[in-house]
Nanobody
Framework: QVQLVESGGGLVQPGGSLRLSCAVS????????MGWYRQAPGKQRELVAA???????NYADSVKGRFTISRDNAKNTVYLQMSSLKPEDTAVYYC???????????WGQGTQVTVSS
């Protein structure tokens, strides 16, 4: 079955950096659009960044210029480099893989990111 395993979350001070990783198995990684979402307590899950099969990217306005999404098709892994972190970036971050045109949509278990001094 398809598995998405996130890693790299943790506690960081404001202004710090973290890199999240998501290792994917059970599907042809290169054919999937990949994305990172986040959900803060009491809020809806929101798209943070996405990367298409061809490498095009898009970002939420709140993270533009601070976060970078990338993918390594040889390693079946997608990354989210987060810099200049703010307390409002605190959330559970989820990895997503999808081929929506075929009704395929997969989620990881989530990794906690806490930005606090």
């Amino acid at each position: 079955q398809v598995q998405l395993v996130e890693s790299g979350g943790g506690l960081v001070q404001p202004g710090g950096s973290l890199r999240l990783s998501c290792a994917v198995s059970g599907t042809i990684f290169s054919l999937n659009r990949m994305g990172w979402y986040r959900q803060a307590p009491g809020k809806q899950r929101e798209l943070v960044a996405a990367i298409a099969t061809g490498g095009n990217t898009n970002y939420a306005d709140s993270v533009k210029g601070r976060f970078t999404i990338s993918r390594d098709n040889a390693k079946n892994t997608v990354y989210l480099q987060m810099s200049s972190l703010k307390p409002e970036d605190t959330a559970v971050y989820y990895c997503n893989a999808n081929r929506l045109e075929y009704g395929l949509n997969y989620w990881g278990q989530g990794t906690q990111v806490t930005v606090s001094s």
